[in-house]
């Protein structure tokens, strides 16, 4: 079955950076869009990031343009979302999601047909 890994959230600073990865299996990575979403506590789940199946096309949620940036590689079936200058407000579980509609840049989660578990980011100010 699909199977989407998150790693690489922690605790940082204000102004710090982290890289999200996400590993998946099960599914013919190249042929689906992948995104980033976030769900901090109390609020509703949110897109952050999306990818294309082909990696050149990407959209972001205006609260992260210029900070963050969103790659694949499709030959490892990594993605993987760079946050760059963080901001407390951007704490948060992050998750990948998958979507088999290839060409999907990003949307709303039910979109998305396969979700990793999530992973911590905490930004301290």
């Known amino acids: 079955q699909v199977q989407l890994v998150e790693s690489g959230g922690g605790l940082v600073q204000a102004g710090g950076s982290l890289r999200l990865s996400c590993a998946a299996s099960?599914?013919?990575?190249?042929?689906?869009?992948m995104g980033w979403f976030r769900q901090a506590p109390g609020k509703e789940r949110e897109f952050v990031a999306g990818?294309?199946?082909?990696?050149?096309?990407?959209m972001y949620v205006d609260s992260v343009k210029g900070r963050f940036t969103i790659s694949r590689d499709n030959a490892k079936n990594l993605a993987y979302v760079q946050m760059e200058r963080l901001k407390p407000e951007d704490t948060a579980v992050y998750y990948c999601?998958?979507?088999?509609?290839?060409?999907?840049?990003?949307?709303?989660?039910?979109?998305?047909?396969?979700w990793g578990q999530g992973t911590q980011v905490t930004v301290s100010s």
């Open positions: 999601a998958a979507s088999s509609v290839g060409g999907l840049t990003g949307g709303p989660p039910p979109m998305y047909s396969s």
């Open positions: 099960g599914l013919a990575f190249s042929s689906y869009a």
């Open positions: 990818v294309d199946n082909s990696g050149r096309r990407t």
